[in-house]
């Protein structure tokens, strides 16, 4: 069990460490100009273009940070600042989120076993760890009860899901990042420069994804302890 507490902090450490790492990335590489002159949006909008994909729309959104691909409505949502500006950390981005744009496009396998899981997950993350915590509470409080532990594997089987989720989405991220930058090089979009700052900020980007994964492996083991492991 002590053990299982050491890996959580190192992991937790190791999250924290990253999210700053791939802050100061970011921040780094935002003051590199393109020589190109293009925005991320353009950088988007061309990238869709080159692969043959007209249905897709690129629009701002609000916040920091915030780039996603939404399968849904078939858009590219480009945070505001990489929306407008023109340098490689937003080239990396904007070409970054048209990799999940390509993915959907060619039926990529790891996207849609994604995809399939994002309702249960949606659902599951919300209720997940009050379940287990409300399920030995219950146990504790009625003496061993089977109903309060039943309760508690309920909620270990939608952490499962979480976890499941998690790693399912390393292959996704990475994978969009290597049709980025594929495409960035193939089509001389970025000099060297420009090109090794755009591959540096999508690798720190990478690992907070394994991180994630590694945490919610983490916690599931620990929760999983509580629970099987107090039963005779």
Known sequence: ??????????????????????????????????????????????????????????????GRLTDHYNPKDKTVNLSEAVYNQRTAAAAAVAAHEVGHAVQHATAYDWLTMRSKLVPIVSVSSNFSQWLVIGGLILGAASGASSFGFYIAITGLLMMGFATLFSFITLPV????????????????????????????????????????????????????????????
């Open 1 to 62: 069990m002590f053990e299982l507490y050491v890996l959580i902090g190192i992991i937790s450490l190791g999250s924290w460490l990253v999210s700053n790492r791939l802050k100061n990335k970011f921040k780094k590489y935002s003051k590199i100009t393109l020589k190109n002159g293009l925005s991320g949006a353009e950088i988007a909008e061309k990238m869709l273009s080159d692969h043959g994909i007209y249905n897709v729309k690129v629009i701002s959104t609000p």
């Open 173 to 232: 991220e990475y994978d969009a990042s290597n049709r980025a930058l594929a495409w960035l090089q193939n089509k001389n979009m970025l000099t060297r420069a420009e090109y090794a700052g755009s591959k540096d900020a999508l690798k720190w980007a990478a690992r907070t994804y394994l991180v994630a994964a590694l945490g919610s492996l983490a916690m599931l083991l620990y929760w999983g302890l509580q629970v099987l492991g107090g039963r005779d």
